[in-house]
């Protein structure tokens, strides 16, 4: 791929990555909508618990290979002979690893739903789910690491959407079948509101669903990756492929700073404040935290792992000054051109919470939340650049204090003297001092700067626009 290619590549996956992430986001909210509105409370709670289970673990089981495959893909791109045992290499790690994770995936179901009507019942289609949604994410990683992801984001997106419509089928099945259900003629899902559904079948309809689909989309995209590698041309430029010892020792870093990084994020802070300030303001934290992600999360998945794939490319290329500068200022713009209309879009936001006298500390809390998170992915490529060129002292380093924060936060009394707002602000401080730590490493290692030029708009507007938000939450 040449430097031109590289560049055309990393500027349209982002459109693909939009429009994958517009597709998912609006299917799963339907679906989800139609099942509050379909299930009882507690079917509704084993269908939301499960997916939680799956996904938490999924999450910690990859052990790593989320930041490993885009850094070390394209060490094995020379020939489509080393593209496939890279391929082995990883398709067997994440085997072995999702086997052994099985056991701790039954252990939090059986917790969890012990006692629910139907929990029992979707263990085993639960553990389908957990496999196929393993094997998904590690294709996907696979195209993205070496810039197929216009391939594997339109067999996503047409994935997701039938995915959805075979979801809505069940429930409106299941819904007119039952007695009650055909008794109310065509009220169709509006009767299901009153519990009357068959849930078994929505529910194990629902999973078997998406086990079938994520099939069909895992079998379309191998095939799809194996004609790829096998067109890939041989590369004149040779790369060393790492050694295991090297990957092994990447993927443990990775692993531990993606680990330390979910300590400060909403799973497991919501099970921190219902345990330390109580149930209500818990749920307080997660209406704020889940309308602060909106922003947060729609940059993040917008870039992907492009970012990483990106600087991984240029480094395997020899880490050319003037590469890894221009690289550096198109990730760095295109964040910022994300992340600054979403920032004028909270400040409306703000505008119309307080207009309709939402309670205070959400609104607060989400104050708080939304600007640590825009000024986080501005800030995000320092830490690409350390993990890319393998910076484990400067990670190790920079986390410290981070480390330091959250173990005063979570000792003692200290949350609860503080309050919701005080420990969400001591935990964005610590994060934001963490980032800027690494960025100064960078700085002062590779003389890697924020485009001044072109970021300064963004910079005062982050500014300008976090004094105009304070305003107007205190007065």
């Known amino acids: 791929m040449t430097t031109k290619e590289l560049f055309a590549a990393f ?3 982002h459109r693909w990555n939009a429009l994958v992430q517009i597709a998912y986001k609006l299917s799963f909210a339907l679906l989800s909508f139609t099942l509050y509105r379909t299930l009882t409370a507690s079917d509704y709670s084993t269908w939301a618990i499960t997916n939680s289970a799956i996904f938490l673990v999924l999450l910690w089981a990859d052990f790593g290979l989320r930041k490993t495959i885009p850094r070390y893909a394209p060490r094995f791109a020379s020939s489509p002979k080393q593209m496939r045992r890279f391929i082995v290499g990883v398709t067997t790690a994440q085997t072995t690893l999702i086997t052994l994770a099985i056991g701790p995936l039954l252990w939090l179901l059986n917790r969890w739903l012990t006692g629910t009507p139907h929990g029992a019942m979707i263990f085993p289609i639960a553990c389908a789910v957990f496999a196929i949604e393993s094997i998904i994410s590690v294709l996907r990683l696979l195209h993205h690491a070496h810039f197929w992801i216009k391939q594997f984001n339109q067999v996503a997106a047409i994935g997701a959407i039938v995915e959805t419509t075979i979801d809505l089928l069940v429930i409106w099945f299941a819904t007119t079948s039952s007695p009650s259900g055909a008794a109310s003629g065509s009220a169709g899902l509006s009767s299901a509101s009153s519990g009357s559904a068959d849930s078994i079948t929505i529910l194990s309809g629902v999973l078997l669903t998406k086990v079938t689909v994520g099939a069909a989309v895992s079998i379309a995209t191998g095939i799809m990756l194996h004609r790829l590698v096998k067109q890939s041309p041989e590369q004149k430029r040779q790369h060393a492929p790492p050694s295991i010892q090297e990957l092994l020792k990447h993927t443990s870093a990775m692993w531990v700073t993606s680990g330390l990084k979910s300590l400060s994020e909403r799973n497991f802070m919501l099970l921190f404040f219902t345990n330390t300030l109580g149930a209500e303001v818990a749920n307080l934290f997660k209406v704020a935290n889940d309308a602060a992600l909106v922003f947060y999360r729609l940059i993040i998945k917008t870039i992907g792992t492009t970012d990483t794939a ?13 590469l890894v500068m221009r ?6 713009v295109r964040v910022a051109c994300l992340a600054l209309p979403l920032f004028g879009i909270a400040i409306l936001g703000m505008i119309g919470c307080r207009n309709l006298c939402l309670d205070s500390m959400v ?3 989400f104050t708080i939340m939304v600007i640590a998170y825009l000024m986080e992915v501005v800030l995000l490529p320092y830490e690409r650049i350390l993990e890319v060129k393998r910076s484990y002292g400067s990670l190790t380093r920079a986390y410290i204090p981070y480390v330091i924060g959250l173990l005063a936060l979570m000792t003692g009394k200290v949350v609860t003297s503080i309050g919701l707002l005080g420990t969400l602000l001591c935990i964005h401080i610590v994060r934001l001092v963490s980032l800027w730590l690494m960025s100064r490493t960078v ?4 003389h890697l700067h924020l485009p001044h030029n072109r970021i300064a708009l963004f910079s005062k507007a982050i500014i300008y626009g976090s004094l105009l938000i304070i305003i107007l939450v205190l007065l």
């Open 310 to 322: 990106l600087l991984a490319h240029i480094d395997a290329a020899g880490w050319q000054k003037n």
């Open 11 to 13: 500027a349209d996956s």
């Open 363 to 365: 609104l607060h809390a």
């Open 443 to 446: 700085q002062r290692t590779y």
């Open 327 to 332: 690289a550096f200022e198109k990730l760095t």
